[in-house]
């Protein structure tokens, strides 16, 4: 099948998270001024920014509030397991569905188990909001009972924090708090509330007026000359890529940049967050860059006399050496943050903005210039560097990742949101999924958050209720947050789950095969039983050992209403290629080896072959 993709299908995206005008306000529930509890004002102001779900978990310090839940029964508090899962699912949640996400937590250990998911969110710039309640404000700083200092603990990973202590600053702090997340280059922002703050009273009346937060200036536009100067380079240059980062998908920004390429015929190549910010099938669609980018990509960039970079930020895993990286190239960097500007890669000209506003500037300007020699050069580089294909391999029993998410592609037809977790099965998802449509993939890009998709997609279901949603995650991640199974159970909630089952942190087995003489220490590993396990929480599981297995298992999953694991034993020896060994040239990739198309399987997990392999 070809899932063909259409500039409307991009085009008719919804408005971008970071350049929404403000979520239009719910009917006041509050018509005048009254006298209402901090955890009223609290509930009444999320209802206010637009909340209908939130992912939390109760405790002590945040009890107050949870025991004024029952009065807005249009606020649906989904209960997680751990509450690394609460931030991951408002993560999803707010990939999912282009909005804000929220997580509730208690004080202490609730507060500290969200911070991983809060770190993921600021390196991926997701616009979540995480309330946390607190000690007393009389028992601050005395090393009370599950208090935690979590604005100190949390000042380098998110966007602003607050600590509350009067219930008459909530309100407001609230509205600064989902201000600030998604304005700008969204982020996270927590909110601690002290308990006293959610239980003693104030006089509340919910103010529509906009925020207004002196030095903090979200919004950036280039200057005339600036977006001239772009053009005459984007039309003087003979070998020009374009770079599709995460902004693009943020933004909605891909069926401008459909319209971009449409005129300027120049290829584009994709992080791995912007892989879907640009259709695969595109016949200019490079595929993604960097470390397990497609080798032709990297030695293109390498190659190249200007690259066009659209919301990214030179991530060490995209540049590789950055002493040699594209030497050659002239650099536009379009991006939101001032503080990308310049931080890794030397720039010629930033534009600094948000990415629609400036591919809406840009279009009606770029013009055609003739460059088939370039195109035809990156078409060569295809052929000589492409990777040896096993997808393509006749069937010979073995079941490798690559055929799962290939017949996965095919199955779903590419239009299902993929939420994948992190290691070798996301990569090989990068590679065989072929994204033609927007924001349809959901991964942990710049923290690499094992145990990320599983809650992640338990979000993404409740911003996208009547999407096809797989989960594509390693027997290793999926073991860190399998918890969610039963919250997924709980809430009566389907989604699909592919585990790459290989019997190895099979990432890091990778490295240690390539960089570590072979030296496997720490990476076999055991799982449960997943199909008993699916079974212990009520939901269905399926095994899978052999390609042709696959299609007929794919096709059950579908069907079944309820949460389906799929436990796929693959080969467990398999490593993703080619692979630019971190920090080298981008150009000096191990590929595939020739000799042998087929990787050889010879060495097995130890601990499977005692025996004790359920
Ligand atoms: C929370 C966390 N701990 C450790 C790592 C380091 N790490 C990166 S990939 C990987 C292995 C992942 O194994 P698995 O989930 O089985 O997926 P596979 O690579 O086999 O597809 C590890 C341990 C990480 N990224 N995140």
Redesign the pocket.
């Known amino acids: 099948m070809t899932a063909s993709p259409t500039a409307s299908q991009h085009a008719n995206q919804p408005t971008a998270t970071s350049n929404k005008p403000p979520t239009t306000s719910a009917p006041s529930l509050v018509e005048h001024a009254r006298v209402c509890t901090g955890s009223e004002i609290l509930w009444e102001s999320l209802i206010q920014e637009g909340v209908s779900v939130m992912f939390g978990y109760p405790g002590g310090a945040i009890m107050p509030a949870y025991d004024a839940l029952p009065q807005y029964p249009q606020l649906h508090h989904v209960l997680v397991r751990h509450e690394q899962g609460a931030a991951h699912a408002a993560e999803g949640y707010a990939r999912a569905g282009s909005t804000v996400g929220v997580a509730v937590a208690t004080s202490g250990p609730g507060a500290t188990n969200l911070t991983t998911g809060i770190a993921n969110a600021m390196l991926d710039s997701i616009p979540i909001v995480c309330i946390t309640g607190q000690v007393g404000s009389s028992l601050l700083g005395s090393d009370a009972f599950q208090e935690t200092d979590i604005t100190g603990v949390t000042l380098p990973i998110t966007k602003h924090n607050y600590l509350v202590t009067r219930p008459e600053d909530i309100m407001q702090t609230i509205k600064e708090a989902f201000y600030i997340a998604k304005s700008g280059r969204p982020g996270p922002v927590v909110v601690d509330i002290t308990k006293d703050a959610l239980q003693k009273s104030a006089t509340y009346k919910w103010d529509s007026s906009p925020v207004k937060l002196p030095g903090y200036r979200p919004e950036h536009r280039p200057l005339p000359s600036e977006l001239q100067r772009a053009i005459d380079m984007i039309h003087a240059a003979k070998k020009p890529i374009i770079f599709a980062g995460h902004g693009i998908v943020q933004a909605s920004a891909s069926g401008l940049l459909l319209e971009f390429v449409r005129k300027t015929d120049i290829p584009v190549a994709s992080t791995l967050l912007g892989l879907t910010g640009f259709p695969a099938s595109h016949p200019r669609a490079l595929g993604m860059m960097g470390m397990h980018g497609e080798a032709w990509v990297n030695q293109a960039i390498q190659e190249s006399d200007l690259i066009v970079a659209l919301g990214m930020r030179f991530d060490d895993r995209v540049t590789g050496n950055l002493k040699t990286y594209a030497l050659k190239a002239k650099k536009i960097h379009v991006e939101l943050d001032p503080a990308e500007i310049n931080k890794l890669v030397p720039v010629d000209l930033p534009l600094i903005g948000d990415v629609r506003e400036i591919l809406q500037m840009l279009v009606p300007h770029v013009e055609y210039r003739e460059r088939s020699e370039w195109l035809t050069h990156i078409e060569d580089l295809k052929g000589k560097s492409a990777v040896i294909d096993i997808k393509h391999l006749a069937d010979n029993g073995k079941l490798f990742a690559a055929h799962v998410i290939h017949d996965l592609w095919r199955l779903t037809e590419g239009k299902s949101i993929i939420v994948s977790?992190?290691?070798?099965?996301?990569m090989w998802e990068a590679q065989y999924y072929h994204h033609d449509y927007p924001n349809k993939l959901i991964t942990s890009g710049g923290l690499?958050?094992?145990?990320f998709a599983l809650p992640a997609a338990l979000g993404a279901r409740f911003a996208c209720p009547d999407e096809e949603i797989w989960v594509i995650?390693?027997?290793?991640?999926?073991q860190?947050t399998q918890a969610e199974l039963q919250t997924l159970a709980q809430e009566n909630k389907k989604v699909n789950i592919a585990i790459?089952n290989?019997g190895?942190?099979?990432?890091?087995r990778q490295w240690q095969q390539f960089f570590y003489g072979g030296r496997y220490v720490a990476t076999p590993?055991t799982s449960p039983d997943f199909v008993k396990l699916a079974d212990a929480h009520g939901l269905s599981g399926i095994r899978v050992t052999k390609r042709s297995e696959v299609d007929d298992a794919v096709r059950r999953a579908r069907e079944i209403p309820h949460t389906v694991i799929i436990d796929f034993r693959v080969e467990q020896m398999d490593a993703v290629y080619p692979m630019v060994p971190a920090g080298a040239d981008l150009d000096a990739m191990i590929r595939r080896p020739e000799s042998e198309p087929e990787p050889e399987a010879t060495q097995h997990n130890p601990i499977y072959e005692t025996g004790k392999d359920k």
């Open positions: 977790d992190v290691g070798q099965h996301q690499g958050t094992m145990g995650a390693g027997d290793g991640g999926f860190m790459i290989n190895y942190l099979g990432m890091v590993m």
